[in-house]
């Protein structure tokens, strides 16, 4: 399979407790974009990167979380402290960078639970 | 700024029955625009999409939008509904944010259901 890859797939969690995704794009998109999508409503935007540079993060990236991209290729999104807020599914998506259009190729998604 | 409205949480039909499901937008710059499906516990994937060519797109599965800049809306249709179609369906609009980006914007979404 050659699509976006996220794990895990499902994390449940204490409150307080760190938690990490990792997301592997398609190869050679070298745009990255994770968005948070909670309970009947659509995915708002988190942050992004082209290549390993984090060029956007929206206001919702409290200091809590954390993301990175370090050599290009796959992504990590740390939560530090969760909070029962943080339940969520969390979506990675990719593009290539010649394609102009804004359409993105999203993974399954980690859904997180924060017990 | 951009923003997407999705006129129906909720729209239910017969199978075998048309299916509209209805989406206006507004944006600053001349947008692309998206519908997206999801299946329960799936990612979202690609139904179609307009980017200032035909206003009339055809997507997979049979699903169609047309583009009304003067209305301001981007419809999603399908002349034939099927017990697959059961799922969360997001209009998008998209436009370039100068950084390298675009800037996604969803509606909520709008819960398609199918009934035999």
């Known amino acids: 399979d050659t699509g976006v890859s996220q794990n895990p797939r499902h994390k449940i969690t204490k409150r307080g407790q760190n938690v990490t995704f990792r997301c592997d794009p398609i190869s050679e998109h070298n745009r990255l974009y994770w968005y948070r999508q909670t309970l009947g409503q659509g995915p708002e935007f988190l942050t992004y990167f082209q290549n390993e540079a984090q060029l956007e993060k929206s206001r919702l990236l409290s200091d809590r979380f954390s993301a990175e991209r370090p050599k290009g290729s796959f992504s990590t999104l740390e939560i530090q402290r969760t909070e029962q807020g943080d339940s969520a599914m969390y979506l990675c998506a990719s593009s290539p960078g010649t394609l102009n259009t804004g359409e993105l190729f999203f993974g399954e998604g980690s859904r997180l639970t924060v017990l | 700024a951009q923003s997407v409205t999705q006129l129906d949480s909720h729209v239910s039909v017969s199978e075998g029955t048309p299916v509209l499901l209805r989406c206006n937008y507004s944006s600053s710059y001349s947008p692309s625009l998206f519908w997206y499906v999801q299946h329960p516990n799936k990612g979202l994937q690609l139904l179609l999409k307009y980017t200032s060519a035909a206003t009339l797109v055809k997507g997979i599965n049979g699903f169609e939008a047309e583009f009304k800049k003067s209305e301001t809306s981007f419809h999603l249709t399908k002349p034939s509904a099927h017990m697959s179609d059961a799922a969360e369906y997001f209009c998008?609009?998209?436009?370039?944010?100068?950084?390298?980006?675009?800037?996604?914007?969803f509606g909520k979404g709008t819960k398609l259901s199918v009934i035999p």
């Open positions: 998008v609009v998209s436009a370039p944010t100068g950084a390298g980006s675009y800037q996604l914007t």
